[in-house]
């Protein structure tokens, strides 16, 4: 099976780790990325200042000459391969049309969609997903990310759509038995580990309440410098931006306890280190969901909270008990590889999918 995978192209974790995971069950799996278009956005400089300044408003305004050629250069590039299959990542920037003319091309052609943030969250600025949720029609299936977006993607014109959650790649998360001592221990042993974004959703006031009470906590990700000035005991346990490649699994393996935030901004009942944690063999602890609770048994392969006070509790309780903590990690590991949330398995559905809408079983 030839497939034409689209988008950023930029974290392994999104079109790069599908795309391994796609040749792995046995397709063709052909590349167009768009991040190129905008490799001149950051460069600086007096020369290239105005050449910034353009490329950064047409990608806010998903408006401008770069899209255009971007879906020019797209409909040329299905013509080429000629794919049985197009898949496109978080279509930001593919319009209607364009999804039409590559159907006109070969009707034989399946395209699929799938956007891991929340087109239809009022919390965004509309004008980001406008081109998106105008082409929604255009797509033979749609895979929706979270539970809510099913009927949003329906009532947007979506002809068939299916809950595709996100993975983690095994490869890349697994646990590690002992960190050296000297060196990744030393760098990232804590009691409570959170890797992820800021949002102004009391994430920050939840963790500095933590960090008051004393317990070892480590902070890592993007957003977070810009207001951890806020938060005099959170300056203290920041880390930084996210780890890379081996770093983040050692991270995320040095904590005792691993805390999962559901993102506000995409209105989020999971998220991908909900699967990552478990995968390390590290203890989940996330915001509260009844598609957690589904995913993990409370108390027994994780648990959760509510508010801070709860959150904080449970921290103290469960890093009072080793053999239980461990325990808990273990049931969540296992639970984590058995229902197989990894990459490869989600590809395995992706096929399965298509085989059935191709079939007219869906």
Same mark, same amino acid.
């Given at each position: 099976m /030839?497939?034409?995978?689209?988008?950023?192209? /930029?974290a392994r974790i999104h079109e790069k780790g599908l795309s391994e995971a796609l040749r792995r069950a046995g397709c063709e799996v052909y590349e167009f990325a768009w991040h190129k +278009?905008?490799?001149?956005?950051?460069?600086?400089? =007096? &020369? =290239?200042?105005?050449? #910034?300044?353009?490329?950064?408003? $047409?990608?806010?305004?998903v408006y401008g000459p770069v899209i255009h050629k971007i879906n020019a250069d797209f409909i040329k590039t299905a013509a080429e391969v000629m794919p049985d299959v197009v898949f496109i990542y978080r279509g930001i920037l593919i319009g209607l049309e364009t999804l039409q003319k590559v159907k006109a091309r070969a009707k034989s052609t399946v395209i699929l969609g799938y956007n891991n943030d929340n087109p239809f969250s009022p919390a965004y600025n509309s004008l980001m997903w406008r081109r998106h949720v105008r082409s929604i029609a255009g797509y033979d299936m749609v895979f929706a990310y979270r539970p809510e977006n099913i009927a949003q993607y329906k009532n947007a014109g979506a002809r068939r759509v299916s809950i595709l959650p996100p993975w983690y790649l095994p490869e890349e998360v697994f646990p590690i038995q002992d960190l050296p001592a000297n060196g990744d221990k030393k760098k990232y042993a804590c009691d409570v580990a959170f890797i992820g974004h800021y949002e102004p959703d009391g994430r920050a006031e939840i963790l500095e309440y933590v960090a008051r009470a004393g317990v070892s906590l480590k902070l890592c990700g993007p957003e977070w410098k810009k207001y951890i000035t806020r938060y005099p005991c959170l300056q203290k346990c920041f880390c930084g931006e996210i780890p890379r490649d081996t770093? +983040?699994?050692?991270? &995320? =393996?040095?904590? @005792? &306890?691993?805390?999962c935030f559901f993102s506000k901004l995409n209105r989020d009942v999971y998220t991908r280190r909900c699967f990552e944690i478990p995968a390390a063999g590290t203890f989940l602890l996330s915001e509260n969901s009844r598609e957690m609770r589904e995913f993990? %048994?409370?108390? &027994?392969?994780? #648990? +959760?909270?509510? =508010? /801070?006070q709860e959150l904080l509790d449970k921290i103290l309780f469960y890093l009072s008990d080793d053999?239980?903590? $461990? @325990?808990?990690?273990?049931?969540g590991l296992r639970r984590v590889r058995q #229902?197989?949330? #990894?990459? +490869?398995? %989600?590809? $395995?559905y992706i096929m399965q999918s298509i085989n059935g809408f191709k079939s007219g079983k869906l």
């Open positions: /030839r497939i034409l995978l689209a988008g950023e192209w /930029r +278009y905008f490799c001149g956005m950051g460069v600086g400089g =007096n &020369i =290239n200042h105005l050449k #910034d300044v353009f490329l950064r408003a $047409q990608a806010k305004l770093e +983040y699994n050692k991270a &995320i =393996n040095g904590a @005792k &306890i691993g805390l993990f %048994r409370p108390g &027994i392969e994780a #648990d +959760y909270f509510a =508010n /801070r053999v239980l903590r $461990q @325990k808990v990690a273990l049931a #229902d197989g949330h #990894d990459v +490869y398995s %989600r590809a $395995q």
